[in-house]
């Protein structure tokens, strides 16, 4: 069985010891921790807004009302709202192998920003959605992050 072996530092990883530990971009597939997606509000574009409408069988007056939250810094843009249990408003989860996995409810509609993201070992919140998966001894089977 292969592993990635986190080493603590200060009660979060903070180093990883793989074969490719390059942190300068994406070494590993997303594994739907979900954390990115808790703690992040998208900013809309136009064309994210008109999208996700659509997808929503809604009217855009309808959707910004039901979906969406001012931006502080611009009058003119919006971001995704925050549901109740803090995250995104469109995040769900699912029960898999007995972990928890976010999925995305607009997933195919998604907003530009989600779909740039990319999981990476560069990023602290797929380094803390490590540890969500990890062993005691701070252990992560491959199988069990992509099993
Ligand atoms: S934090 Fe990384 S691994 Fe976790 S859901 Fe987001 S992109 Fe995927
Ligand atoms: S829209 Fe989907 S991918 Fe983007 S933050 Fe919300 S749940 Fe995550």
Not at 15 to 22: F, I
Not at 69 to 80: G, K, M, N, T, V
Not at 97 to 109: D, E, P, T
Not at 111 to 126: M, N, S, T
Request: proline residues 7%; contains cysteine.
């Amino acid at each position: 069985m292969t592993y990635l072996r986190l080493r603590d530092a200060g009660g979060l990883p903070a180093e990883l010891d793989t074969t490719n530990p390059s942190p300068d971009g994406p070494a590993l597939d997303c594994f739907r921790c979900g954390i990115c997606c808790e703690r992040w509000q998208p900013l809309l574009t136009g064309a994210d807004a008109a999208r996700l409408a659509e997808a929503l069988e809604m009217s855009l007056p309808a959707f910004f009302q039901a979906y969406t939250a001012p931006y502080p810094f611009s009058d003119e843009e919006r971001l995704l709202n925050r549901g109740a249990d803090g995250g995104c408003v469109f995040l769900r989860w699912q029960e898999q192998g007995g972990l928890r996995r976010a999925a995305c409810a607009v997933h195919a509609a998604r907003p530009a920003v989600c779909r740039d993201w990319a999981a990476g070992l560069d990023k602290k919140e797929c380094l803390q959605g490590l540890a969500r998966f990890a062993s005691p001894e701070g252990e992560v089977s491959l199988s069990v992050l992509y099993g």
